[in-house]
């Protein structure tokens, strides 16, 4: 049976291990999906200190846009996260800066690839970080990628069978 939770909060707010802990609670052998792409030293150590805290039970994938490459039928699965997944639409790596795509455009993409991923018969848990709640950047490329953000949150949320809301490492049921 297909159920999607989302996990929403702030940068630290426990998200990602409060997903993990989930997805452990339901499967001895989830399955890690991990968006990022590595843009300096700094994050490919966090994203090591990340896969070490896991250990050997989960399978790790890394994928910054084709979820739907993969094949989870039946599995529980911790797609952390979509904010780095969107800056992979947004920044598209293959084009110039002149050509990158409108909100618009990024957004009917990433909601397309949602749709087909998450089509499959498996448990998705996804995480994602509330950008903004912070205020307004000035920013103009910030501002872009913050609609962005939280138009896909609002898409994700809606098709989601429970939303939490983490707050200082304390998780809340805001939705199923």
């Known amino acids: 049976m297909k159920k999607i939770i989302l996990i929403t909060g702030g940068q630290r707010s426990g998200k990602s291990q409060y997903a993990e802990q989930l997805a452990l609670s339901l499967s001895e052998h989830p399955v890690y999906v991990a ?3 590595i843009w300096d030293e700094e994050f490919r150590q966090r994203v090591l200190r990340h896969q070490e805290r896991r250990g050997a039970q ?10 739907s490459r993969h094949h989870l039928t039946g599995r529980v699965v911790v797609i952390d996260c979509i904010t780095l997944w ?12 002149a050509e990158q795509p409108s909100v618009a455009d990024a957004l009917e993409s990433i909601k397309a690839e949602f749709d087909r991923f998450t089509s499959q018969e498996a448990t998705f848990i996804f995480v994602t970080n509330e950008i903004g709640s912070g205020g307004v950047s000035t920013d103009a490329i910030q501002r ?13 949320a809606s098709k989601a069978d ?4 983490m707050v200082s490492g304390i998780s809340m049921k805001i939705k199923g």
């Open 144 to 156: 872009r990628f913050t609609d962005l953000q939280g138009w896909i949150n609002q898409y994700v």
């Open 58 to 67: 989960w399978t790790n994938i890394e994928e910054e846009r084709a979820l």
């Open 86 to 97: 969107c800056t992979n639409f947004f920044f598209d790596q293959s084009k110039a800066d």
């Open 35 to 37: 968006t990022a792409h």
């Open 162 to 165: 429970e939303v939490f809301l």
